[in-house]
T-cell receptor
Framework: AQSVTQLDSQVPVFEEAPVELRCNYSSSVSVYLFWYVQYPNQGLQLLLKYLSGSTLVKGINGFEAEFNKSQTSFHLRKPSVHISDTAEYFCAVISGNTPLVFGKGTRLSVIA | DSGVTQTPKHLITATGQRVTLRCSPRSGDLSVYWYQQSLDQGLQFLIQYYNGEERAKGNILERFSAQQFPDLHSELNLSSLELGDSALYFC????????????FGPGTRLTVL
């Protein structure tokens, strides 16, 4: 079965510093990859997705992610974070006909 | 605002009881998905309906059931509730059945006492 590993459960970072949230998935023939963000007391919002084509995907709020097939990774990056980026971030995968499988989440805390 | 609505926002009930959670998808979306988010299990897919038919099933307990009505809204029924059923229940919708672009509702927080 497909699985997603988010290597860091919590990531504290100072405002305006860069951040990388790591995500690895179990290997499969073809995968579709997603990053969702959950702000406190809210539902999930899609940040970005990789379906095919360019391995560098740009999303909303200045985030981007790179699909690396050889390392089965899909790390999320932002060059300069803001206080408003404080939230829980979920990496997720669809493989074949399987439903969306989520990682355990990474809590990003931006410190002023 | 994703366009997906869920009611109620909060629900407090007792063990052994039965509750119904409601979801209205975005206008025009045919697929509805239900997810459970808990501290120990994380976000787990429960079930998907597409245009009224069950399309996929995940880790849904036999005590739980769902349906999608002709107007495309969906209900998740949870019965014989246990303390461990306390969680956030999310509904998501998408235009197609492949799940590649899902829009999530704000969730229903269920507390079982």
């Amino acid at each position: 079965a497909q699985s997603v590993t988010q290597l860091d459960s919590q990531v504290p970072v100072f405002e305006e510093a860069p951040v990388e949230l790591r995500c690895n998935y179990s290997s499969s023939v073809s995968v579709y990859l997603f990053w969702y963000v959950q702000y406190p007391n809210q539902g999930l919002q899609l940040l970005l997705k990789y379906l095919s084509g360019s391995t560098l995907v740009k999303g909303i709020n200045g985030f981007e992610a790179e699909f690396n097939k050889s390392q089965t990774s899909f790390h999320l990056r932002k060059p300069s974070v803001h206080i408003s980026d404080t939230a829980e971030y979920f990496c997720a995968v669809i493989s074949g006909n399987t439903p969306l499988v989520f990682g355990k989440g990474t809590r990003l805390s931006v410190i002023a | 605002d994703s366009g997906v609505t869920q009611t109620p926002k909060h629900l407090i009930t007792a063990t052994g009881q039965r509750v119904t959670l409601r979801c209205s998808p975005r206008s025009g979306d045919l697929s509805v998905y239900w997810y459970q988010q808990s501290l120990d299990q994380g976000l787990q897919f429960l079930i998907q309906y597409y245009n009224g038919e069950e399309r996929a099933k995940g880790n849904i307990l036999e005590r739980f059931s769902a349906q999608q009505f002709p107007d495309l809204h969906s209900e998740l029924n949870l019965s014989s509730l246990e303390l461990g059923d306390s969680a956030l229940y999310f509904c998501a919708s998408s235009a197609t059945s492949d799940g590649l672009e899902q829009f999530f509702g704000p969730g229903t927080r269920l507390t079982v006492l």
